[in-house]
């Protein structure tokens, strides 16, 4: 089966586009390079440096020939996408409606789309099921929300088998390919840092949640369960049917408890020091997965201990020698 990855040279679309090759697939990753990073794409996968935004070229990489498309290219930044809304509708929807228009083209009709869990908002209840209502509170969540519709519409309207995956955290990594923000805002890599000495504590946005610690809980979920997930709705995707699942770790961790785990694995003592809440940041966001269990048989197999274990090696790999 010959698969295109677009984003494969960004953190997840990478980790997958190895899991493909690992799995006997033939892989072509699309990245324009605007965040990802050219050392990233596996050995073994062809690479097309091309933005969707490029609607001819686009189509050129699509006439190759493909079974099926992985798309990951984004923009992902919550706060940039609150200061620059319109460069994230263009690039997401805009870049999203020309990859449909060249695989309509080209008769490629089956798509895996890397939504997110922020097309939900604020939830009302956790754990959130597919079936919540869909209201996000960011023009990034809002951009995922917009393509997700807009491939309902192309499934029915011309046959495309498609899944929307929608998820929270990721963290991990899979032996050299792991997370490299270039402004880091999330809490493991941040957290990790600390104990690599490049910061000398984490501040814990809000010890007032009404949770039992009093840190925010979110779900975390592995990077390689994220990405066996996507192989898998790859696999069972039907035309005209788009099916839309959320991904999860099965269990919400608070800011604390992470940071008690990044202590266990580092043998770092990780200061912390109590900060105000974050804007923005609601106080649990868990995600149900019973659907894709259920209709997939998916199930994530990863420990927190694991991800913050694969994202310490990762990051020390990337350290200077010496
Ligand atoms: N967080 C924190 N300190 C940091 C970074 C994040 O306390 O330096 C908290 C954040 O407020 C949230 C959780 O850790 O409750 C996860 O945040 P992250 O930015 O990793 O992911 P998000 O849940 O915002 O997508």
């Not at 295109?4 to 697939?25: E, F, K, R």
């Not at 699309?30 to 189509?59: K, N, W, Y």
């Not at 011309?158 to 929270?168: D, E, K, Q, T, W």
Request: charged letters at 20%.
């Amino acid at each position: 089966m010959k698969v295109l990855v677009t984003g494969g040279a960004g953190y997840i679309g990478s980790v997958v586009a190895q899991q493909l090759l690992d799995g006997g697939y033939d892989v072509v990753v699309l990245d324009d390079l605007s965040t990802g990073h050219r050392d990233a794409v596996p050995e073994g996968a062809a690479f097309e440096e091309v933005s969707l935004l490029d609607l001819d070229a686009t189509g050129r990489v699509l006439a190759g020939g493909f079974d099926g498309v992985l798309h990951f290219a984004a923009k992902s930044l919550v706060g940039e996408s609150m200061e620059r809304p319109e460069l994230y509708y263009r690039n997401n929807v805009c870049g999203t409606l020309n990859l449909l228009d060249a695989m309509r083209s080209q008769g490629c009709r089956r798509l895996v789309f890397s939504s997110t869990a922020a097309t939900y908002g604020e939830p009302a209840q956790v754990p959130i099921r597919e079936d919540a209502v869909t209201s996000p509170t960011n023009a990034y969540g809002a951009t995922k929300l917009a393509i997700d519709a807009m491939i309902s519409f192309e499934c029915l309207a011309h046959g495309l088998g498609a899944a929307s995956l929608r998820y929270f955290n990721v963290a991990g990594a899979l032996g050299p390919r792991g997370e490299r923000h270039a402004v880091e805002t999330h809490l493991i890599p941040i957290v990790l840092q600390v104990a690599l000495g490049q910061r000398d504590a984490v501040a814990v946005f809000g010890t007032d949640y009404p949770t039992p610690d009093g840190t925010a809980v979110r779900d975390y979920i592995h990077v390689q369960d994220l990405g066996r997930a996507h192989l898998l709705a790859l696999e069972a995707s039907r035309a005209g049917k788009h099916v839309i699942y959320n991904l999860g770790n099965g269990a919400g961790f608070s800011v604390r408890e992470v940071v008690d785990v990044a202590r266990e694995v580092t043998g770092h003592p990780i200061p912390a020091r109590d900060a105000g809440r974050r804007a923005g940041d609601p106080s649990v966001l868990v995600a149900a997965s019973d659907r894709i269990q259920q209709e997939l048989g998916w199930q994530a197999e990863k420990t927190l201990q694991d991800m913050v274990a694969d994202a310490w090696a990762f990051a020390r790999s990337r350290q200077p020698a010496g």
